[in-house]
């Protein structure tokens, strides 16, 4: 599966130092290895709203269209 973000994505990382752990865990969705990032679909399931781990602090908020994970957000996940 692909994965795809917005500049400001980047520019989110880049500030709280967190775009090398992003980078790596689009790498592993990349690869297909989506339990180690513990890639999931977020309730309610029609909405179609993926979620995936950057470090313990971080989550990245995407929507899957085709083969293709979009990000539009990162959260703090506390």
Do not use: W
Request: charged content about 25%; glycine content about 4%; proline content about 1%.
């Amino acid at each position: 599966m692909k994965v795809v973000q917005e500049k400001n994505i980047t520019d989110y990382c880049q500030t709280r130092q967190i775009f090398k752990q992003y980078q790596k865990s689009c790498r592993y969705i990349n690869f297909g290895y989506y339990d180690l990032v513990d890639l999931k679909l977020l309730k309610p399931k029609n909405q179609g709203v993926y979620q995936f781990r950057i470090t313990g602090k971080y989550r990245a908020l995407a929507i899957k269209i085709d083969n293709t994970l979009y990000v539009y957000k990162i959260s703090d996940h506390q």
